[in-house]
């Protein structure tokens, strides 16, 4: 086998693992390597992002650096300093403003990436469209479902199985259009995550694609077990923590396990999506409470006298 061919063997092992959710084998790997590759390591400081080690990211790529990796700092800085967001999707809207096409792939997807936490899927859907880097269509498919619109993520799944069916980010994106269409396709999206398992090692994002069919199918103990075995490898997983918020309300006729990870949740994951979907909600709930509420506050002693 030649020098390349064993380069591109130790880089699919690089990428595969990250795409699967083992981010430290990826950085394993990738330590590996020992020839400079850019490719080799926007998927090592990407890994470290996954992993909320921001500060590596941030002290090796200097504000200064000239290549794609420079996204991935802005990346670090957005998912680590709230009070740099508003500037860093400021500076990825003006990126964008010129010619696309002309960008590494990186720039998209951190963009992408960042535009999805934002919650502006149509901003993210904008400059994916046209690209058909797998993992590009991969972010179009979840953008789509996340607006509801199976019809569109069914016709970005198919360009990726006609450019490549067996790739891991072409199956599991068909695994995660399995669960938006639910029913039968539950099983069939099981066992993508459960043959990713075999192949390689079970990693957090696996079980929880587990788990959210098993919630789908009514397996309520099968679903718990599995959730179990998420927070014994990470007490503080967000995912795992929202499976069994879902989990708890179908399971229990009392509120007390629901509020105990709601607790959690909110402690934990204060930047989060679902944390500040729930403060605004709560907080509209106070005002109404305060609108509607009675005008009378005197005891009834006082009332009657």
Not at 184 to 208: G, M, R, V
Request: proline share 2%.
């Amino acid at each position: 086998m030649s020098r390349q061919a064993n380069e591109v063997d130790e880089l699919f092992d690089v990428k595969n693992s990250f795409y699967i959710g083992n981010y430290q084998h990826c950085i394993n790997e990738a330590n590996k390597i020992g020839k400079p590759s850019l490719e080799k390591d926007v998927f090592l400081y990407r890994a470290y992002i996954a992993q909320h080690k921001y500060r590596v990211v941030l002290d090796e790529i200097k504000p200064g650096n000239d290549t794609p990796l420079l996204a991935l700092r802005f990346l670090a800085e957005y998912l680590s300093n709230k009070s740099r967001k508003e500037a860093i999707v400021d500076l990825f809207d003006e990126k964008f403003k010129g010619d696309i096409n002309a960008l590494d792939v990186i720039w998209i997807i951190v963009g992408a990436t960042i535009y999805c936490n934002e919650g502006s899927y149509e901003s993210a859907l904008k400059i994916l469209q046209g690209n058909f880097n797998l993992e590009c269509l991969s972010l179009q498919l979840q953008c789509l479902l996340n607006m509801s619109r199976v019809d569109l993520a069914k016709q970005v799944l198919q360009t990726m199985q006609e450019k490549d069916d067996d790739a891991t980010l072409t199956q599991l994106s068909q695994a995660w259009l399995n669960i938006q269409l639910g029913g039968e396709k539950l099983q069939d999206a099981f066992f993508i995550f459960q043959d990713f398992c075999d192949k390689f090692s079970p990693s957090l994002l696996l079980l929880n694609g587990q788990a959210v069919c098993y919630i789908g199918q009514q397996k309520y103990d099968d679903a718990e077990n599995v959730l179990r075995e998420c927070l014994n490898r990470d007490p503080n997983n967000y995912d795992a923590l929202i499976n069994l918020l879902a989990l708890s309300q179908q399971k229990e006729k009392t509120n007390s396990q629901f509020n105990r990870y709601l607790s959690q949740v909110l402690d934990e994951h204060k930047d989060s999506a679902l944390v500040s979907t729930y403060n605004k909600k709560q907080s509209e709930f106070e005002r109404l409470v305060m609108q509607y509420g009675p005008s009378n506050n005197k005891s009834i002693e006082d009332i009657v006298v």
